[in-house]
C-alpha cells in the first residue's frame, strides 16, 4: 500500500522518451565543430596568402625593382661614358664617370645579395666581371686621351659594347622580375578566390548545422510540452486516485467506528451482566480486539486526513512549555509501566510556545510505548530541553537497535524497521505527520545493540533565560 505523501510526488514516467538532449548535444558538438573549423581553415588560407604575398615581396617584386635600378645605373654610366668620349675628359667629367661606376657595382651587389633564381638569366656574378672588365680597359686610355686618341676611342668604342652588354642583361633581368611579379600577383588572386570559396563552403555548412540545431530544439520544445502535458496528466490521475484512496480510506474508517463501537460496547454490556467465566473470556477477547481496531480505524482516519490537507488536522494553542511537559511525561510513565518498563524523565525547558498539546503527546507517547516494546524491560529515559531555539524532546532505550539499512524507513508506513512485534506499523509515521504539522522534524539514531533514540524537535524558542539541556 502506498501511503499518500508517497503519491504526491509524480513518477518519472516520461523521463527518457526520445532523450532529445543528445539531438541538441550533437548539434551543439556540430556547431562548435564547425566554427573551428571555419576558424582553422581561415587561418590556415590567411596564412598561405601571407606566406604567397611575402614571398613576391621578398624576391620577385625586389628582383624587377633592383633590375630597373641596375638598369638606370647603367644607362647613367653609359651617358659619363658618351660625355667622356664626346667631349674632353676634364677631371670633373671623369670623376662623375667614376662615381656612377661605383653607383653601378653597387647595384650589382645589391643584386647579388638577393640572388637570381633562374639559372638562364643573367647572373650578377658574370655582370660584375663585365663591369671589372669594362673598368679596367677603359679608365686607363682616359689618361691617354692626348698622347693616343686613337687607343682613347678604341677603348672607349670597346667598353661602350660591355655597357650594352650590361644594359641588355639588367632588361632582361627587369623583364624577369615583372613576369615573376604578374605570376604572384595572380597566384595571390587564385589563392584568394579560392579562400573565399572555401570559407563560403565551410560558412554553408555551418548555416547547415545551425538549422539542423534549430530543427533540433524545435523539436525539443516540443517534445518538451508533449512530456509536460503528459506528465501533468499522469500527475493529476494521481492526485485523483490519491484523492479516492484518501477518501475511501476516510470513509471506510468512519463506518468502521461505529460497528465496532457497538461491538465493544455490548461486550463491555455482556462484561457487566454476565457470570459465565468461559463467556466471559470470549467477551473480554471481544472487548481487546475491537479496542485495537477501533484504535487503529482512528490512526487511519487521521492519516487520510493528513493525506487530504496540505497540514495534520491540529488545534495549536499557546502552552506553557514546563506544563505540557510535565503532563506527557507523567502519561509516558503510566504507559512504561503498562508495557512492563520503567521510564525517567529529564526536562529543562521554560517559557510559552503554540503547540496541539494531544497531538504532540500522542506523537511523543508512540515513541515511548515504541520503545517499550522493544527494549525487553531495559529502563527509558524521556528528555526534553532548548537545543539552538528548539524544543527536543528525545526518547532512549537500550533494546536491539535497528539495522542501518533499515534505519531510513522507520518512519514510513507500515515498517518497523526490522523490529517483529504487535501493531500495524503506523505509530512513528503519525507521529511524524503531528511533529511536520508544528514545523518541526523527527530524526532517529540507532545502533545495532545499543539501543536507539528518536528526537522531535519543534521550532518553539524558549525565552533566554532558560537553561539548555543537551539531549541524550
Not at 581553415?41 to 590567411?46: F, L, S
Not at 659619363?80 to 653597387?106: C, G, I, K, Q, S
Not at 534549430?214 to 506528465?231: D, F, I, K, P, Q
Request: proline fraction near 5%.
Amino acid at each position: 500500500m502506498t501511503t499518500g505523501r508517497e503519491d504526491r510526488s509524480a513518477p518519472d514516467t516520461y523521463a527518457h522518451e526520445g532523450q532529445p538532449w543528445r539531438g541538441v548535444l550533437l548539434a551543439i558538438v556540430g556547431l562548435l565543430a564547425g566554427m573551428a573549423l571555419i576558424g582553422a581553415v581561415g587561418i590556415a588560407i590567411n596564412r598561405g596568402i601571407t606566406g604567397q604575398v611575402d614571398e613576391a615581396l621578398a624576391y620577385d617584386v625586389e628582383l624587377e625593382d633592383n633590375a630597373d635600378d641596375l638598369r638606370v645605373s647603367v644607362l647613367d654610366v653609359r651617358h659619363y661614358h658618351r660625355d667622356l668620349l664626346f667631349n674632353d675628359p676634364t677631371p670633373a667629367r671623369v670623376r662623375e664617370w667614376e662615381e656612377r661606376y661605383r653607383a653601378m657595382l653597387a647595384e650589382i651587389d645589391e643584386l647579388a645579395e638577393l640572388g637570381v633564381r633562374e639559372p638562364t638569366a643573367p647572373q650578377p656574378a658574370e655582370m660584375r666581371r663585365v663591369a671589372e672588365e669594362y673598368f679596367a680597359a677603359f679608365r686607363p686610355a682616359v689618361d691617354l686621351f692626348e698622347s693616343d686618341p686613337l687607343l682613347f676611342e678604341a677603348a672607349s668604342l670597346e667598353g661602350l659594347e660591355r655597357i650594352d652588354r650590361l644594359n641588355e642583361d639588367a632588361a632582361r633581368l627587369d623583364q624577369l622580375g615583372e613576369e615573376l611579379a604578374a605570376a604572384a600577383l595572380r597566384d595571390i588572386e587564385d589563392a584568394s578566390g579560392n579562400a573565399s570559396l572555401v570559407l563560403l563552403t565551410v560558412l554553408a555548412g555551418l548555416v547547415a548545422v545551425g538549422a539542423l540545431l534549430g530543427l533540433v530544439v524545435l523539436r525539443l520544445v516540443e517534445n518538451t510540452r508533449r512530456l509536460a502535458a503528459r506528465e501533468r496528466a499522469a500527475a493529476d490521475a494521481l492526485a485523483e486516485v490519491s484523492r479516492a484512496k484518501t477518501d475511501f480510506i476516510a470513509d471506510i474508517s468512519h463506518e468502521l467506528r461505529t460497528p465496532l463501537t457497538v461491538l465493544r460496547g455490548n461486550a463491555e454490556v455482556g462484561l457487566a451482566v454476565s457470570d459465565d467465566p468461559e463467556h466471559g473470556e470470549i467477551l473480554r477477547e471481544i472487548v481487546d480486539e475491537a479496542s485495537r481496531m477501533t484504535k487503529l480505524v482512528e490512526d487511519l482516519l487521521f492519516l487520510a486526513r493528513s493525506d487530504s490537507a496540505s497540514v495534520p488536522p491540529l488545534e495549536v494553542e499557546e502552552h506553557e512549555l514546563s506544563e505540557v511537559l510535565r503532563e506527557i511525561g507523567a502519561r509516558a510513565e503510566t504507559l512504561a509501566r503498562e508495557r512492563g518498563a520503567e521510564l525517567t524523565t529529564e526536562t529543562h525547558v521554560a517559557g510559552r510556545g503554540r503547540l496541539d498539546l494531544a497531538r504532540l503527546s500522542q506523537a511523543v507517547l508512540i515513541l515511548v510505548d515504541n520503545a517499550a516494546k522493544y527494549a525487553g524491560g531495559a529502563p527509558i529515559r524521556l528528555v526534553a530541553g532548548a537545543e539552538r531555539g528548539d524544543l527536543a524532546v528525545s526518547v532512549i532505550d537500550r533494546g536491539p537497535g535497528i539495522p542501518p539499512a533499515e534505519l531510513p524507513r522507520v518512519f514510513e508506513r507500515f515498517q518497523r524497521g526490522g523490529r517483529r512485534g504487535q501493531g500495524a506499523g503506523l505509530g512513528l509515521s503519525i507521529a511524524r505527520t503531528i511533529v511536520e504539522g508544528h514545523g518541526g522534524r523527527i530524526e532517529a539514531q540507532s545502533v545495532v545493540g545499543g539501543g536507539t533514540t528518536m528526537t522531535i524537535r519543534l521550532p518553539i524558542r524558549p525565552p533566554a533565560t532558560s537553561s539548555p539541556q543537551p539531549v541524550g
